[in-house]
């Protein structure tokens, strides 16, 4: 199964130092089918043109493909509203100004947890310097977060911030519970949906969450884009964000007016290739059954996980159900480093570090892990790559 | 998908040209199919919104038969306007509440109108349909 | 010259609407070159994945690539400090953000243009919302900025931001001059460059200005990508924009430290591909000798403008020496849009409308004008086919 | 370029390797050529700023000759401390100072090892130098 559809993205035909690349760093980011890489080119060659206020053929056809992926992203996700940006980062750090900035008073409590992204932690803070609101950290306890302990949190809660799928532990949380505890003491939800759209599919309005965010580049499309999709409540709580063309309806030296639906809160060139390459890349999504892949690929982690646990490995990973199929683990003594940079001399490519999640790491009590996490185009091979790659260096620091 | 034979007339008509030129020029012909709308009645209730360029559009029904009075900066709004005064004026108000502005596509009228453009028309459409709907209910 | 340029650039061997595509909407953005497409899709072919903090090798090709065209902006400009951003309008609201917000007090001037860009006009009057600063805009009298009233303007100014080349007109503003006069006065100085780095060389350091915004994709690069040049005061100055992964030495649930280079405005993933492409345009364009296009543009732009007024057409463009190839136009009683359509229907782009400089236009008393920009491909027989489509539409419209 | 003999024995050694894995191995093997900076010497002063894995090293100048002690927690970057020292250790300031780090880069060691990590090794070396400049101005 993914064998073949590994043909579709020409980087797996490289070799890295001599090996086939095994690709297992997904949760960073995800490889290129190579409709999306001919769908960007395709542009660049043929129909590259600014967007928008334009009468002349180029530019129409630019404009079409720019909007066709918004189109996508409302079909997809069942949303009314679908901002672009430039990834999850801006797309929380837009929901920090555009609805934050705006709609919390100092003393207001946002509720985030320990399982977050910096992404999702760092605007936050960043605001709380601005105007005071309060932030309370939801802890994590054997690497799930603590309910009782959210309960708690949510007293007097005006925004909730969570993570749907950790990307240090591939942990789904159980946003459709955590969503309707928010809702009910009348707080907004925010999600950080990066690890959550590539290996689920999500109905945005029957969710009930206002924000949620994610990236292109981590499924399957191109670096540079993302989206915000907000529910019409909270659409029509926020005031721009990033001033500039195409957001505005009028300028005058005294003051200016703004555009009424998405585009006041994408001032300038949009991201017109990476929305071309964005769209290809739903499109060939729409053909892939997530749900069987997810089955497949969970199996596949559960069976490395074990594995690494015979050989003396500690791994982080919960892998029940729904978790996504990532392995964070650590030798008792082997510097993760040093694990990851002998992998590498195999072909194959693992991430190591924080994450970008250190007060995760901090209540794991390490400094990092090394995490192999995998895609719908991984399959048996790799893990079994995967599992030999991690025997020879054991083998060579043994 | 058949038409009123007044549309069908301007679906033929466009559909003989091949060059984009000629089609624009016979697009803009249509201007003068317009019952024009004095500059001193233009007004926000019959600003066409969302309209890159100026666009007024006045619907009325009188004895039961809807006609259109309109004004655009632009002539080939004008045009689009001629052709939906064609399609609109002297129907029934049933009967234009159940056109569908697919017969522009259909006639290529809107073959390399910019999307910004062609939702022009779509957007006069609606507000023709709209009002009548409005008038009638 | 011009056409053996062309050759490098696959959009020219597409036709539209029947006939070989003459773009003369260059201000709005360029053509990309084969080297630059190539270069991104050998950059998702190859070597795709995410940059920094890791130890494979993709990784670290790809943080090569992104981090070469930093080093190649640094060196093209002479600038200690290139951030990244995601086009001028990013980074003129970054420079609002992390500068404005941090280094101005309520009262303090801020002087701007009638000349500016939609995106040199709505960050800073956001910010007055914000922080209550005073925004002073300095007239434009036929085309050119008043230069006694910037004198008067600078009385106690922070800030002065002024568009180095007009996307509208085309005129080259006495740029250095208003940076000695803005620097005698203690005011830091922002120059919008989008137009500027497109046409001429500048050297950052020499010219003296604090900020200097632009995109790539006005100057042959790619989409979602551009840069804040920033002197090393107000580099000091300044205050992280956007939170996330990237721009972070250390996150805690009580607060974090940022990075202390361009990293710390930087947040999330970065635009990766972007960059590989910008850095494949850079090097390109060191080879091309902008002075002498500048010449040989300039040469046309002026014949079109005069030939435009004989036949009966207002040109707004001044065209002096230094001014960069646009001519903006009007006729008497077709409107800019007929007239934009009906050269389309020829295979000629040109752009119209207000250009995103709505107060200039009033100032010029117009709606929009028809603007038609040259860039370095661009020669004699665009010109000449413009002007025959020009003829063909008076023609028609007699 | 030609180098001091206890170099060079390092490129040749590094070049006879085809297999990235093996040039792994034979670099954290030189990880025991480091004189151990124990633990509770560990400083703010010795500490490698910028590099991504913790990293210590001290540089002491003896009878006029130069000598590091080392530790990191990763063993690679511990073997490119023991290449260091080989390179540093038992020679005069001006010669350290006349160092380039090229070597590395000759020697293939820094093949694959990605930027940051390279630019680590060229951090380490930097200090060095820098410290031995501070030492001896
Ligand atoms: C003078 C000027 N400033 C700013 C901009 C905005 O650039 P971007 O849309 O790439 O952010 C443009 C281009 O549209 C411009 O011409
Ligand atoms: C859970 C999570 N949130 C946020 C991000 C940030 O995404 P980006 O770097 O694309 O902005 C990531 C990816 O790094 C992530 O995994």
Known sequence: MGDSMKQDFPIFSREVNGRPLVYLDNAATTQKPS?????????????????????????????????????????????????????????????????????????????????????????????????????????????????????????????????????????????????????????????????????????????????????????????????????????????????????????????????????????????????????????????????????????????VASRLEQKGMKVYSTLRPRDAAVVSFTHPTIHPEDFARLLDAQGIAVRTGHHCAQPLMEKLGVNGTIRASFYIYNDESDADALLSGIDRVLEAMA | MTWPSSIQEIIDEFQEIDDQFERLEVLMDFADEVDELPFDEWSDSNLVRGCQSVAHIEVNIRENLVWIRAAADARMVQGLQGILSIAVNGNSPETVIQLTPNFAEEAGILVSLTPSRSNGFRTMFDMIQNRVKEEIL
Not at chain 1, 251 to 268: C, D
Not at chain 1, 280 to 295: G, P, Q, T, V
């Open chain 1, 35 to 303: 409709c999306v890489i001919d769908a960007m080119t395709e542009y660049y060659s043929l129909s590259n043109a600014n967007v928008h206020r334009a009468v002349h053929t180029l530019a129409g056809e630019a404009t079409e493909g720019y909007e066709a992926c918004r189109k996508l992203l409302k079909q997809r996700f069942n949303s009314d509203f679908a901002v672009i940006t430039s990834g999850t980062t801006e797309a929380i750090n837009l929901a920090a100004h555009a609805w934050g900035e705006h709609n919390l008073q100092p003393g207001d409590v946002v509720v985030l947890t320990e399982m977050e992204h910096h992404s999702d932690i760092v605007p936050w803070q960043m605001l709380a310097e601005r105007i005071a609101i309060e932030l309370r950290f939801v802890p994590v306890e054997e690497g799930l977060l603590d309910m009782d302990a959210l309960e708690v949190a949510l007293d007097g809660a005006k925004l909730v911030c969570v993570v749907h799928t950790s990307n240090v532990l591939g942990v789904r949380n159980p946003v459709e519970q955590i969503i309707s505890m928010s809702k009910s003491v009348g707080a907004r939800v925010l999600l950080d949906a990066a690890q959550a759209v590539p290996h689920e599919m999500i109905d945005f309005k029957e969710l009930g969450a206002d924000f949620l965010a994610f990236s292109a580049h981590k499924m399957c499309g191109p670096t540079g884009i993302g989206a915000l999709l907000v529910s019409q409540e909270a659409f029509d709580e926020m005031h721009p964000f990033m001033g500039g063309g195409d957001m505005i309806q009028t300028v005058t030296l005294e003051g200016s007016t703004y555009q009424t639906n998405e585009h006041k809160f994408e001032a300038g060139t949009p991201r017109i290739a990476e929305g071309v390459g964005w769209a290809a890349a739903l499109e060939w999504m729409s053909e892939i059954d997530l749900k069987s892949h997810h089955k497949r690929l969970l199996a596949i982690a559960q069976k």
